[in-house]
């Protein structure tokens, strides 16, 4: 019946068209309320919606006599009727769907033995699959989303694949009616109905500016398997103003069935994606001057899942083309900004660009851990070297890494054997242990004189519960210019890193001179494997980021920060390390720079946000027998106290006294180191008692 009527309208519509006529907004027509007034209405003969009409004028009233109808109803009609009047050439799902103020869906059908595999893929992967409505088999509505829908046709265009492969591309699946009886349609989350959101936030949508369908990519990031179902995720790309970052991850983040917020930020290559320019689907969108790329998980995934599954049938929504339900789109506060779980974004790594997130409630526990490791009972003056923010970046970044290297060693001692002092090696097995909970592959690189003593001193600690699992301890000595690059990655291809990190904590630094000076500047190179050549090559290799850990500016990595301690650090001039690491964490000792590191690790890993963001939006969240695992692998008093009963065991000494006992760099354990750590623990389990 109303093909009819879209065949009686189609010259008076056109006439309205061609003198630029804009039609109503059907939202704001008068509303039924009932089925029956509904139903009524559908049922009349479409010559009672006619009258002559000699004037655009008048055309115009007779569109507005059809939105009369309750508005639900209006817009599936005029979907059907610019797809039957303007073709889908002039249509384009996305250029009338992008801005339509109704959520949107995308659409997989598939048949009816294959469903409750599919439902359990998307509970699986609910980034990129959030499902809004299974249908019953053969049933063409979809009555929570939409009044008097038709999935025949209510998408502009659809794809039909046989066995995986796409066939055809149609406007209506209506052919299909007999075939569709026994298959179930699955309506999923769309980021279309996120767009007007980023737009009000003050968000430019650079699709949409530049009249483009989004550039959407498969990934090298493979979905949670359920049942036959399996497939990489696909992703759209928008691209973000860096001063805007904060506010997209903030206004989508609002809205999880539209995908949530962002799965990643940065370089592409990251995700497999090679060119931003070739997309799999949708058009090629280019960026503006200080753009990010921001990519989100996209439903287009369920159609890599059909071809991969290769159903004997299955049928798809073409990308761009979704299903416009009836529902206005979410609304975003503006409050959301304020909020302790809004996402904050912070960039972690410039080669390659990647950026990271976590809730603000979390950050702000981070940066009071970065305040407490600051304390200088020592009084060296170390808040001179603070930078905000450096704990929480590292952290960020180690968060997302997979295979981290770890070094220490400070042979300060040059007159005694062994010459290295307790403040290092403790921190150093302290964020190895959160590191192998968060199932991070874990190396320490010692010098090559201390090494037997090393592997020593972690078995014990292994045998007395201080860490879980022994790290493998390995050496370096440059033999060559490209010694470094060989040992970092694979056949020496910077392509090919072996480690995602480096981490520094009280190791010996180079000086601008060539020299390794203690604080009293005495020179003890002589000491000292040359494993700054790693951190040096490391800044040239993309992929791997450096963090050192230090308290007075001599140590590995604190070239970051060498203007300041040449400044204000005694003998600075002279002992301040001329290697810089990408973050430099400065403490009032260094071990409690190594605590912190763990428990900001378990801290971010709590957060909701920061894991999904690290999940890349797929699988499920850690559960509490996770969450019990990394409590367990905090730092704390009875394991620490331990760990320097070993060092004392092998004849490691107190750092500036040189003393020979349960003492850290001139202060003993009880109470200073102690009291650190237990309110370390207050920060992190606190935190844990409000999950």
């Given at each position: 019946?109303?093909?009819d009527v879209v065949a009686h309208l189609e010259p008076f519509c056109v006439s309205a068209v061609k003198a630029n006529?804009?039609?109503?907004?059907?939202?704001?027509?008068?509303?039924?309320?009932?089925?029956?007034?509904?139903?009524?209405?559908?049922?009349?003969?479409?010559?009672?919606?006619?009258?002559?009409?000699?004037?655009?004028?008048?055309?115009?009233?007779?569109?507005?006599?059809?939105?009369?109808?309750?508005?639900?109803?209006?817009?599936?009609?005029?979907?059907?009727?610019?797809?039957?009047?303007?073709?889908?050439?002039?249509?384009?799902?996305?250029?009338?769907?992008?801005?339509?103020?109704?959520?949107?869906?995308?659409?997989?059908?598939?048949?009816?033995?294959?469903?409750?595999?599919?439902?359990?893929?998307?509970?699986?992967?609910?980034?990129?699959?959030?499902?809004?409505?299974?249908?019953?088999?053969?049933?063409?509505?979809?009555?929570?989303?939409?009044?008097?829908?038709?999935?025949?046709?209510?998408?502009?265009?659809?794809?039909?694949?046989?066995?995986?492969?796409?066939?055809?591309?149609?406007?209506?699946?209506?052919?299909?009616?007999?075939?569709?009886?026994?298959?179930?349609?699955?309506?999923?989350?769309?980021?279309?109905?996120?767009?007007?959101?980023?737009?009000?936030?003050?968000?430019?949508?650079?699709?949409?500016?530049?009249?483009?369908?989004?550039?959407?990519?498969?990934?090298?990031?493979?979905?949670?398997?359920?049942?036959?179902?399996?497939?990489?995720?696909?992703?759209?790309?928008?691209?973000?103003?860096?001063?805007?970052?904060?506010?997209?991850?903030?206004?989508?983040?609002?809205?999880?069935?539209?995908?949530?917020?962002?799965?990643?930020?940065?370089?592409?290559?990251?995700?497999?994606?090679?060119?931003?320019?070739?997309?799999?689907?949708?058009?090629?969108?280019?960026?503006?001057?200080?753009?990010?790329?921001?990519?989100?998980?996209?439903?287009?995934?369920?159609?890599?899942?059909?071809?991969?599954?290769?159903?004997?049938?299955?049928?798809?929504?073409?990308?761009?083309?979704?299903?416009?339900?009836?529902?206005?789109?979410?609304?975003?506060?503006?409050?959301?900004?304020?909020?302790?779980?809004?996402?904050?974004?912070?960039?972690?790594?410039?080669?390659?660009?990647?950026?990271?997130?976590?809730?603000?409630?979390?950050?702000?526990?981070?940066?009071?851990?970065?305040?407490?490791?600051?304390?200088?009972?020592?009084?060296?003056?170390?808040?001179?070297?603070?930078?905000?923010?450096?704990?929480?970046?590292?952290?960020?970044?180690?968060?997302?890494?997979?295979?981290?290297?770890?070094?220490?060693?400070?042979?300060?001692?040059?007159?005694?054997?062994?010459?290295?002092?307790?403040?290092?090696?403790?921190?150093?097995?302290?964020?190895?242990?959160?590191?192998?909970?968060?199932?991070?592959?874990?190396?320490?690189?010692?010098?090559?004189?201390?090494?037997?003593?090393?592997?020593?001193?972690?078995?014990?600690?292994?045998?007395?519960?201080?860490?879980?699992?022994?790290?493998?301890?390995?050496?370096?000595?440059?033999?060559?210019?490209?010694?470094?690059?060989?040992?970092?990655?694979?056949?020496?291809?910077?392509?090919?890193?072996?480690?995602?990190?480096?981490?520094?904590?009280?190791?010996?630094?180079?000086?601008?001179?060539?020299?390794?000076?203690?604080?009293?500047?005495?020179?003890?190179?002589?000491?000292?494997?040359?494993?700054?050549?790693?951190?040096?090559?490391?800044?040239?290799?993309?992929?791997?980021?450096?963090?050192?850990?230090?308290?007075?500016?001599?140590?590995?990595?604190?070239?970051?920060?060498?203007?300041?301690?040449?400044?204000?650090?005694?003998?600075?001039?002279?002992?301040?390390?001329?290697?810089?690491?990408?973050?430099?964490?400065?403490?009032?000792?260094?071990?409690?720079?190594?605590?912190?590191?763990?428990?900001?690790?378990?801290?971010?890993?709590?957060?909701?946000?920061?894991?999904?963001?690290?999940?890349?939006?797929?699988?499920?969240?850690?559960?509490?027998?996770?969450?019990?695992?990394?409590?367990?692998?905090?730092?704390?008093?009875?394991?620490?106290?331990?760990?320097?009963?070993?060092?004392?065991?092998?004849?490691?000494?107190?750092?500036?006294?040189?003393?020979?006992?349960?003492?850290?760099?001139?202060?003993?354990?009880?109470?200073?180191?102690?009291?650190?750590?237990?309110?370390?623990?207050?920060?992190?389990?606190?935190?844990?008692?409000?999950?």
């Open positions: 019946m109303w093909t006529v804009s039609c109503p907004d059907p939202r704001h027509a008068p509303s039924l309320h009932s089925d029956d007034q509904q139903s009524a209405l559908l049922d009349q003969p479409p010559s009672s919606f006619l009258k002559p009409a000699t004037s655009s004028g008048a055309h115009t009233v007779f569109l507005a006599q059809l939105l009369f109808l309750q508005g639900i109803i209006m817009k599936r009609f005029l979907l059907s009727y610019a797809k039957a009047v303007t073709g889908l050439e002039y249509f384009r799902g996305f250029r009338t769907n992008m801005k339509s103020g109704y959520l949107q869906a995308n659409v997989v059908i598939l048949h009816k033995d294959l469903a409750d595999d599919f439902e359990a893929f998307c509970h699986a992967n609910r980034s990129p699959l959030p499902l809004l409505y299974r249908s019953k088999p053969g049933e063409w509505r979809c009555p929570p989303l939409a009044a008097q829908a038709d999935i025949r046709d209510d998408c502009p265009q659809y794809c039909v694949f046989e066995k995986g492969v796409l066939v055809s591309k149609v406007d209506s699946l209506a052919p299909y009616t007999a075939q569709l009886q026994d298959m179930v349609t699955f309506y999923l989350g769309c980021s279309f109905s996120f767009e007007q959101a980023l737009e009000k936030a003050g968000v430019p949508v650079r699709n949409v500016e530049q009249g483009r369908n989004v550039s959407m990519f498969k990934t090298s990031v493979p979905c949670v398997k359920a049942g036959p179902f399996h497939c990489p995720m696909v992703v759209s790309m928008r691209p973000v103003p860096q001063i805007k970052l904060d506010a997209a991850a903030q206004c989508t983040h609002q809205i999880p069935l539209a995908h949530g917020g962002p799965v990643h930020i940065g370089h592409p290559a990251l995700l497999g994606i090679k060119d931003l320019s070739q997309p799999d689907y949708g058009d090629p969108v280019e960026l503006s001057a200080g753009d990010v790329p921001v990519f989100w998980a996209c439903g287009v995934t369920g159609a890599e899942a059909v071809q991969s599954t290769k159903p004997a049938l299955a049928f798809t929504h073409s990308p761009g083309c979704m299903f416009l339900t009836d529902r206005e789109e979410a609304t975003v506060s503006h409050q959301a900004s304020e909020s302790e779980e809004c996402p904050l974004t912070f960039c972690i790594s410039q080669n390659p660009l990647h950026y990271s997130v976590a809730s603000k409630m979390v950050v702000q526990r981070v940066r009071a851990i970065e305040e407490l490791i600051g304390e200088d009972p020592g009084q060296r003056g170390i808040q001179a070297l603070f930078v905000q923010d450096e704990l929480l970046k590292a952290c960020l970044s180690l968060s997302s890494s997979s295979s981290v290297l770890i070094t220490t060693g400070f042979p300060t001692h040059y007159m005694h054997n062994p010459p290295e002092e307790t403040d290092g090696p403790p921190g150093a097995i302290a964020m190895a242990a959160m590191l192998q909970a968060l199932n991070k592959h874990v190396v320490m690189v010692i010098d090559q004189r201390a090494l037997e003593m090393n592997r020593w001193i972690m078995q014990d600690a292994v045998d007395r519960g201080v860490i879980k699992s022994a790290v493998p301890m390995i050496s370096f000595e440059s033999s060559g210019p490209d010694s470094a690059l060989h040992f970092l990655c694979h056949d020496g291809d910077p392509s090919k890193p072996r480690y995602d990190h480096l981490v520094a904590i009280e190791r010996s630094g180079r000086a601008s001179d060539g020299n390794y000076y203690n604080m009293r500047g005495v020179n003890i190179k002589h000491l000292v494997d040359p494993i700054d050549d790693l951190f040096i090559t490391a800044s040239a290799v993309p992929g791997i980021t450096t963090t050192g850990i230090g308290d007075g500016g001599n140590e590995l990595g604190m070239g970051k920060l060498k203007k300041a301690v040449k400044a204000y650090m005694p003998n600075g001039s002279l002992i301040a390390c001329d290697v810089a690491a990408d973050f430099a964490i400065t403490a009032g000792v260094s071990n409690w720079g190594g605590y912190a590191v763990a428990c900001a690790l378990y801290i971010l890993n709590l957060c909701s946000i920061h894991r999904r963001y690290v999940q890349k939006g797929l699988g499920l969240l850690p559960t509490p027998e996770q969450h019990s695992l990394w409590a367990a692998s905090l730092p704390s008093v009875a394991k620490e106290e331990e760990m320097l009963h070993i060092l004392v065991k092998y004849g490691v000494r107190s750092g500036k006294t040189a003393n020979l006992g349960l003492e850290v760099d001139g202060l003993t354990f009880h109470p200073t180191h102690s009291d650190v750590i237990r309110r370390l623990n207050d920060l992190s389990i606190e935190k844990l008692q409000q999950e």
